[in-house]
């Protein structure tokens, strides 16, 4: 079974940039679509970006011109780039396959943005 371990969240003020980065325990080679969601307090959390095998990307409106998924299939890696943060993107932020396999859940990583 895959773990993920995301890690790359922090504190950042508004405007300012972040790069996270979600390791698994095995192969996501086999996977085909790659996520990163989020979970703002007191909201339902959403699927903000996708990538899949073969590098193809799906965005929410939100982040789209912000954010750039990425995914290093050797590596068993997914990477976000966030850039131009908002306050409003201030949330725990998970890797998972798109559609979610619930076993997967990692333990998130933070990121507040505030000045």
């Known amino acids: 079974q895959v773990q993920l371990v995301e890690s790359g969240g922090g504190l950042v003020q508004p405007g300012g940039s972040l790069r996270l980065s979600c390791v698994a325990s095995g192969s996501i080679f086999s996977i085909s679509t790659m996520g990163w969601y989020r979970q703002a307090p007191g909201k339902q959390r959403e699927l903000v970006a996708q990538v899949t095998r073969g590098g193809t990307t799906n965005y929410v409106d939100s982040v789209k011109g912000r954010f750039t998924i990425s995914r290093d299939n050797a590596k068993n890696t997914v990477y976000l780039q966030m850039n131009s943060l908002k306050p409003e993107d201030t949330a725990v932020y998970y890797c998972?396959?798109?559609?979610?396999?619930?076993?997967?859940w990692g333990p998130g990583t933070q990121v507040t943005v505030s000045s």
């Open positions: 998972n396959p798109v559609p979610i396999i619930r076993a997967f």
